[in-house]
């Protein structure tokens, strides 16, 4: 997807493990999201971003962490992988201002924690 | 990728019928609609929106309908083709408040299947 990429694009992983994702962005938009995506939930709001070092929780923070160094990057971490982590993850970035609130996704993570 | 579309409710249609998707949303607050088409192993992609002082908006083959009094929102695609088979979610954003971005809550969405 133009201007937002995730990586990597899979992994597997052992229950325990640290495990970070990635997301950059080349779009210098405000906003960046993670989410999982799981059959039956739809996409659920991990974490997000307002700006640099401004981050919140969203509906299923729990186990997850994340932080914003730089306007481009978005880290998703999972300190302790377990199996119920397993899924796939998208970022997302959104642009402030009076224009459309819509959200640009990146192609997802594929997360098997084993 | 392809477990999105396990346990979604499904609409199949005939390639070139007219296709309608249906979204019930929660929040009477919510401002802003948008339309989400997810194909298989990639992620959501836009594809129209709708502001709450509306109640109907038309793109390319594509027409949003806002229902505000039952809560409803509807996604027609015209002469439906193969190529439009995918998952469709709908999501909602809250009404801004303190100059905060509300984020998007999303459906669980629908799955187009398209028949030649």
């Known amino acids: 997807d133009a201007g937002i990429t995730q990586s990597p694009r899979h992994k597997v992983t052992e229950t325990g493990t640290p495990v970070t994702l990635r997301c950059h962005q080349t779009e210098n938009h405000r906003y960046m999201y993670w989410y999982r995506q799981d059959p039956g939930h739809g996409l659920r709001l991990i974490h997000y971003s307002y700006g640099v070092k401004d981050t919140d929780k969203g509906e299923v923070s729990d186990g997850y962490s994340v932080s914003r160094s730089k306007t481009e990057d978005f880290l998703l971490t999972l300190e302790s992988a377990t199996s119920s982590q397993t899924s796939v993850y998208f970022c997302?970035?959104?642009?402030?201002?009076?224009?459309?609130?819509?959200?640009?996704f990146g192609s997802g993570t594929r997360l098997t924690v084993v | 990728g392809e477990s999105v579309g396990l346990h979604l409710p499904t609409l199949s249609v005939q390639e070139g019928d007219n296709s309608i998707i249906n979204c019930a949303y929660s929040n009477s607050a919510s401002d802003y609609f948008i339309w989400y088409k997810q194909e298989s192993g990639k992620g959501p992609q836009f594809i129209i929106d709708i502001r709450s002082n509306m109640d109907k908006r038309q793109g390319q083959r594509v027409t949003v309908l806002l229902n505000k009094t039952v809560k409803h929102l509807s996604l027609q695609i015209a002469a439906t083709q193969p190529g439009d088979s995918a998952v469709y979610f709908c999501a909602e954003k809250e009404r801004n408040y303190g100059g905060s971005q509300g984020n998007l809550i999303f459906g669980k969405g629908t799955k187009l299947s398209v028949k030649p």
């Open positions: 997302a970035i959104s642009e402030s201002g009076t224009g459309g609130y819509g959200y640009t």
